[in-house]
Protein backbone atom coordinates (compact mmCIF):
# COMPACT_ATOMS: atom_id res chain seq x y z
CA UNK A 1 0.00 0.00 0.00
CA UNK A 2 1.55 3.74 -1.04
CA UNK A 3 2.08 6.46 1.12
CA UNK A 4 -0.83 9.00 1.24
CA UNK A 5 1.85 11.69 0.69
CA UNK A 6 5.70 11.23 -0.03
CA UNK A 7 7.73 14.04 -0.35
CA UNK A 8 11.36 13.08 -1.12
CA UNK A 9 14.35 15.74 -0.82
CA UNK A 10 11.93 18.71 -2.17
CA UNK A 11 13.59 22.05 -2.61
CA UNK A 12 11.50 25.40 -3.91
CA UNK A 13 12.96 28.82 -4.20
CA UNK A 14 10.48 31.94 -4.56
CA UNK A 15 12.68 34.50 -6.22
CA UNK A 16 16.30 34.52 -4.28
CA UNK A 17 15.26 33.02 -0.90
CA UNK A 18 15.15 29.15 -0.83
CA UNK A 19 11.63 28.44 1.18
CA UNK A 20 12.06 24.67 1.14
CA UNK A 21 15.51 22.86 1.64
CA UNK A 22 15.50 18.76 0.50
CA UNK A 23 12.35 18.34 2.96
CA UNK A 24 11.50 14.90 3.31
CA UNK A 25 8.60 13.25 5.07
CA UNK A 26 5.36 10.74 4.30
CA UNK A 27 1.84 11.04 5.31
CA UNK A 28 1.09 7.18 5.51
CA UNK A 29 -2.96 6.17 4.71
CA UNK A 30 -5.18 6.48 7.57
CA UNK A 31 -3.55 9.13 9.45
CA UNK A 32 -4.04 12.37 11.42
CA UNK A 33 -0.67 14.06 10.20
CA UNK A 34 -0.29 17.25 12.36
CA UNK A 35 2.69 20.19 9.90
CA UNK A 36 3.50 22.39 12.44
CA UNK A 37 6.59 25.14 12.37
CA UNK A 38 6.64 28.96 13.08
CA UNK A 39 5.37 31.70 10.16
CA UNK A 40 7.82 32.02 7.60
CA UNK A 41 8.54 28.41 7.97
CA UNK A 42 7.56 26.79 4.75
CA UNK A 43 4.52 25.24 5.36
CA UNK A 44 2.10 27.09 3.23
CA UNK A 45 4.63 26.53 0.30
CA UNK A 46 4.43 22.24 1.44
CA UNK A 47 1.06 22.82 0.86
CA UNK A 48 1.47 24.70 -2.30
CA UNK A 49 3.46 22.06 -3.88
CA UNK A 50 1.36 18.97 -2.82
CA UNK A 51 -1.65 20.63 -4.77
CA UNK A 52 0.40 21.49 -7.25
CA UNK A 53 -0.15 25.26 -7.14
CA UNK A 54 3.63 25.29 -7.06
CA UNK A 55 5.89 23.09 -9.13
CA UNK A 56 8.94 21.89 -7.43
CA UNK A 57 12.65 22.46 -8.32
CA UNK A 58 14.03 19.76 -7.09
CA UNK A 59 13.03 16.40 -5.52
CA UNK A 60 9.99 13.77 -6.09
CA UNK A 61 6.83 13.97 -4.46
CA UNK A 62 3.83 11.30 -4.39
CA UNK A 63 0.29 11.81 -3.52
CA UNK A 64 -1.65 8.51 -3.24
CA UNK A 65 0.85 6.58 -5.54
CA UNK A 66 0.93 9.49 -7.72
CA UNK A 67 3.11 11.62 -9.33
CA UNK A 68 2.81 14.50 -7.53
CA UNK A 69 2.92 17.14 -11.18
CA UNK A 70 0.06 14.66 -12.64
CA UNK A 71 -3.66 16.16 -13.18
CA UNK A 72 -4.41 12.48 -11.40
CA UNK A 73 -3.17 13.12 -8.23
CA UNK A 74 -5.41 15.88 -7.22
CA UNK A 75 -8.23 14.46 -8.03
CA UNK A 76 -8.18 12.30 -5.33
CA UNK A 77 -7.50 15.15 -2.28
CA UNK A 78 -10.08 17.87 -1.28
CA UNK A 79 -8.75 21.22 0.80
CA UNK A 80 -9.60 23.92 3.13
CA UNK A 81 -7.14 26.45 2.69
CA UNK A 82 -7.66 30.13 4.48
CA UNK A 83 -9.74 31.02 1.72
CA UNK A 84 -13.28 29.27 2.49
CA UNK A 85 -13.87 29.00 -1.53
CA UNK A 86 -17.32 29.57 -0.32
CA UNK A 87 -19.99 31.90 -2.54
CA UNK A 88 -21.55 34.33 0.26
CA UNK A 89 -24.51 35.04 -2.55
CA UNK A 90 -25.32 31.61 -2.48
CA UNK A 91 -27.00 28.93 0.61
CA UNK A 92 -25.18 25.61 1.41
CA UNK A 93 -26.63 23.24 -1.37
CA UNK A 94 -25.93 25.78 -4.06
CA UNK A 95 -22.47 26.00 -2.87
CA UNK A 96 -22.17 22.74 -2.71
CA UNK A 97 -23.80 21.62 -6.22
CA UNK A 98 -21.60 23.68 -8.09
CA UNK A 99 -18.61 21.84 -6.71
CA UNK A 100 -20.35 18.75 -7.55
CA UNK A 101 -20.62 20.05 -11.05
CA UNK A 102 -16.59 20.94 -11.01
CA UNK A 103 -15.34 17.73 -9.15
CA UNK A 104 -18.11 16.36 -12.04
CA UNK A 105 -19.79 14.49 -9.86
CA UNK A 106 -22.64 12.10 -11.45
CA UNK A 107 -25.79 13.95 -11.96
CA UNK A 108 -27.68 11.58 -10.31
CA UNK A 109 -25.12 11.33 -7.34
CA UNK A 110 -25.23 14.85 -6.91
CA UNK A 111 -28.88 15.36 -4.22
CA UNK A 112 -27.61 12.49 -1.89
CA UNK A 113 -24.13 13.75 -1.88
CA UNK A 114 -25.08 17.18 -0.85
CA UNK A 115 -27.55 15.73 1.75
CA UNK A 116 -24.82 13.37 2.69
CA UNK A 117 -22.17 16.30 3.76
CA UNK A 118 -25.04 18.44 5.60
CA UNK A 119 -25.70 16.18 7.55
CA UNK A 120 -21.96 15.25 8.02
CA UNK A 121 -21.46 19.14 9.12
CA UNK A 122 -24.89 19.43 10.50
CA UNK A 123 -25.94 22.20 8.68
CA UNK A 124 -28.86 20.51 6.99
CA UNK A 125 -31.30 23.36 9.03
CA UNK A 126 -29.13 26.11 7.64
CA UNK A 127 -28.68 24.24 3.98
CA UNK A 128 -31.42 27.21 2.45
CA UNK A 129 -29.53 30.10 3.97
CA UNK A 130 -26.89 32.44 2.40
CA UNK A 131 -23.23 31.92 3.10
CA UNK A 132 -23.04 35.68 4.06
CA UNK A 133 -25.01 35.46 7.09
CA UNK A 134 -22.93 32.20 8.29
CA UNK A 135 -20.72 32.32 11.41
CA UNK A 136 -16.73 31.75 10.58
CA UNK A 137 -17.44 27.97 12.54
CA UNK A 138 -20.31 27.36 10.03
CA UNK A 139 -18.25 28.90 7.05
CA UNK A 140 -15.26 25.85 8.51
CA UNK A 141 -18.19 23.20 8.73
CA UNK A 142 -19.10 23.84 5.23
CA UNK A 143 -15.51 24.56 3.89
CA UNK A 144 -15.18 20.89 4.74
CA UNK A 145 -18.40 19.65 3.18
CA UNK A 146 -17.24 21.49 0.03
CA UNK A 147 -13.84 19.91 -0.13
CA UNK A 148 -15.09 16.18 0.74
CA UNK A 149 -18.30 16.43 -1.89
CA UNK A 150 -16.39 14.37 -4.72
CA UNK A 151 -15.20 11.72 -1.40
CA UNK A 152 -11.51 12.41 -1.99
CA UNK A 153 -9.21 9.89 0.25
CA UNK A 154 -7.28 12.79 1.56
CA UNK A 155 -7.75 16.03 2.90
CA UNK A 156 -5.44 19.04 3.11
CA UNK A 157 -6.33 21.45 6.07
CA UNK A 158 -4.33 24.90 6.55
CA UNK A 159 -5.67 26.27 9.66
CA UNK A 160 -9.22 24.69 9.50
CA UNK A 161 -10.29 26.32 13.40
CA UNK A 162 -8.30 29.79 12.90
CA UNK A 163 -10.87 32.55 14.05
CA UNK A 164 -13.44 30.18 15.44
CA UNK A 165 -14.61 30.33 18.45
CA UNK A 166 -14.09 27.45 21.20
CA UNK A 167 -17.11 25.64 20.90
CA UNK A 168 -16.86 25.65 16.63
CA UNK A 169 -13.61 24.45 17.52
CA UNK A 170 -14.80 21.29 19.15
CA UNK A 171 -17.36 21.08 16.86
CA UNK A 172 -14.64 21.29 13.43
CA UNK A 173 -12.37 18.53 15.50
CA UNK A 174 -15.07 16.03 15.83
CA UNK A 175 -15.96 16.45 11.94
CA UNK A 176 -12.23 15.94 11.41
CA UNK A 177 -11.82 12.95 14.55
CA UNK A 178 -15.05 11.56 12.37
CA UNK A 179 -13.65 11.71 8.72
CA UNK A 180 -10.76 9.81 9.52
CA UNK A 181 -11.78 7.23 12.14
CA UNK A 182 -15.58 6.13 10.22
CA UNK A 183 -15.33 7.19 6.89
CA UNK A 184 -11.67 5.90 7.06
CA UNK A 185 -9.98 9.35 5.69
CA UNK A 186 -5.88 10.52 5.72
CA UNK A 187 -5.73 14.46 6.74
CA UNK A 188 -2.66 16.65 6.46
CA UNK A 189 -3.22 19.08 9.13
CA UNK A 190 -1.42 22.87 9.19
CA UNK A 191 -2.32 24.22 12.18
CA UNK A 192 -0.16 26.86 15.02
CA UNK A 193 -2.75 25.75 17.45
CA UNK A 194 -0.31 23.16 19.40
CA UNK A 195 -2.88 21.77 21.74
CA UNK A 196 -5.25 20.99 18.64
CA UNK A 197 -2.60 19.43 17.18
CA UNK A 198 -1.99 16.70 20.43
CA UNK A 199 -5.39 16.11 20.92
CA UNK A 200 -6.43 14.79 17.54
CA UNK A 201 -3.35 13.81 14.93
CA UNK A 202 -0.93 10.86 15.74
CA UNK A 203 1.98 11.58 13.71
CA UNK A 204 3.63 14.86 13.14
CA UNK A 205 6.35 16.80 11.06
CA UNK A 206 8.00 20.08 12.06
CA UNK A 207 9.38 22.76 9.63
CA UNK A 208 11.63 25.66 10.72
CA UNK A 209 13.53 27.49 7.79
CA UNK A 210 12.50 25.68 5.24
CA UNK A 211 13.90 22.29 6.84
CA UNK A 212 12.05 19.24 8.70
CA UNK A 213 13.61 19.41 12.07
CA UNK A 214 11.26 16.26 13.35
CA UNK A 215 8.96 13.74 12.32
CA UNK A 216 7.12 10.83 12.85
CA UNK A 217 4.80 9.49 15.45
CA UNK A 218 3.72 11.69 18.38
CA UNK A 219 3.83 8.97 21.23
CA UNK A 220 7.06 7.83 20.42
CA UNK A 221 8.75 11.42 20.19
CA UNK A 222 7.10 12.41 24.06
CA UNK A 223 8.85 9.51 24.43
CA UNK A 224 11.99 9.79 22.64
CA UNK A 225 12.70 13.10 23.64
CA UNK A 226 13.60 11.69 27.42
CA UNK A 227 12.15 13.94 29.81
CA UNK A 228 8.51 13.63 31.36
CA UNK A 229 7.25 15.68 34.64
CA UNK A 230 6.49 13.53 38.22
CA UNK A 231 3.56 15.29 39.97
CA UNK A 232 3.41 14.67 43.19
CA UNK A 233 0.76 15.62 45.83
CA UNK A 234 1.69 16.60 49.36
CA UNK A 235 -0.66 15.59 52.66
CA UNK A 236 -1.73 18.81 53.60
CA UNK A 237 0.97 20.97 56.23
CA UNK A 238 3.76 18.39 55.85
CA UNK A 239 5.42 20.96 53.59
CA UNK A 240 5.01 24.54 54.79
CA UNK A 241 8.15 25.60 55.73
CA UNK A 242 10.56 27.14 53.90
CA UNK A 243 13.80 25.52 55.32
CA UNK A 244 12.41 22.16 54.34
CA UNK A 245 11.43 23.06 51.27
CA UNK A 246 15.10 24.37 50.60
CA UNK A 247 16.37 21.73 52.02
CA UNK A 248 14.71 18.81 50.08
CA UNK A 249 14.90 20.67 46.95
CA UNK A 250 18.66 21.00 47.22
CA UNK A 251 18.71 17.20 47.83
CA UNK A 252 16.29 16.38 44.49
CA UNK A 253 18.29 18.75 42.15
CA UNK A 254 21.81 16.36 43.20
CA UNK A 255 20.31 13.96 41.88
CA UNK A 256 21.47 13.08 38.51
CA UNK A 257 17.74 12.27 37.05
CA UNK A 258 16.24 15.18 37.83
CA UNK A 259 16.73 18.51 35.65
CA UNK A 260 13.83 20.99 37.83
CA UNK A 261 11.60 20.70 40.55
CA UNK A 262 9.08 23.25 42.40
CA UNK A 263 7.11 23.05 45.79
CA UNK A 264 3.84 25.01 44.06
CA UNK A 265 0.18 24.89 46.10
CA UNK A 266 0.70 20.82 47.81
CA UNK A 267 2.15 19.91 44.40
CA UNK A 268 5.91 18.96 43.96
CA UNK A 269 6.56 19.61 40.20
CA UNK A 270 9.72 17.67 39.10
CA UNK A 271 11.38 17.50 35.88
CA UNK A 272 12.97 14.37 35.21
CA UNK A 273 15.42 13.45 32.45
CA UNK A 274 16.21 9.60 31.43
CA UNK A 275 16.15 6.66 33.88
CA UNK A 276 14.12 8.06 37.14
CA UNK A 277 13.65 6.37 40.74
CA UNK A 278 10.71 7.55 42.09
CA UNK A 279 11.04 5.71 45.36
CA UNK A 280 14.48 7.23 45.38
CA UNK A 281 12.40 10.71 45.65
CA UNK A 282 9.78 9.72 48.22
CA UNK A 283 12.55 8.75 50.42
CA UNK A 284 14.01 11.92 50.29
CA UNK A 285 10.66 13.17 51.19
CA UNK A 286 9.44 10.51 54.13
CA UNK A 287 13.23 11.24 55.72
CA UNK A 288 12.01 15.08 56.03
CA UNK A 289 8.68 14.47 57.46
CA UNK A 290 6.47 15.01 54.41
CA UNK A 291 3.71 12.45 53.67
CA UNK A 292 2.43 11.73 50.07
CA UNK A 293 -1.37 11.37 48.90
CA UNK A 294 -0.60 10.88 45.09
CA UNK A 295 2.33 10.64 42.36
CA UNK A 296 1.44 10.89 38.97
CA UNK A 297 3.79 11.21 35.66
CA UNK A 298 2.82 13.18 32.43
CA UNK A 299 4.71 12.79 29.52
CA UNK A 300 6.46 16.26 28.00
CA UNK A 301 3.99 18.32 25.90
CA UNK A 302 3.61 18.80 22.62
CA UNK A 303 4.52 21.95 22.95
CA UNK A 304 7.82 21.70 24.67
CA UNK A 305 8.85 19.17 22.01
CA UNK A 306 8.21 22.10 19.82
CA UNK A 307 10.12 24.88 21.74
CA UNK A 308 13.04 22.43 22.09
CA UNK A 309 13.40 21.61 18.53
CA UNK A 310 13.45 25.48 17.40
CA UNK A 311 15.38 26.38 20.30
CA UNK A 312 18.10 23.93 18.97
CA UNK A 313 17.60 24.77 15.45
CA UNK A 314 18.30 28.77 16.40
CA UNK A 315 22.36 27.93 18.00
Known sequence: MSDAILLDRISKKLG????????????QRGDIFGYLGPN?????????????????DSGLGHILGDNIEQDNSRRKLGFVLE????????NARENLDFY??????PELQRSKRIEEMLRLVELRD??????????KGMRQKLALARAMVHDPELLVLDEPTAGVDPSGQVEVRDIILNLAHTEGKTIFLSSHNLDEVQRICNRIALIDKGQIKIQGELDKL?????????????????????EVITKITSQLLALPYVAHCRFEAGHLYTNLNGQSDVSEIVNILSREGIGVEQIKKNRISLEEIYIKAVTEAER
Not at 16 to 27: A, G, M, P, Y
Not at 83 to 90: E, R, S, T
Not at 126 to 133: F, H, K, L, P, V
Open 16 to 27: KREVLKDISFTV
Open 40 to 56: GAGKTTTIRVILGLFRA
Open 83 to 90: ADGLYDNM
Open 100 to 105: CQLYRV
Open 126 to 135: RAGDRISTYS
Open 222 to 242: QEGVGQQELIIDIVAGTADKA
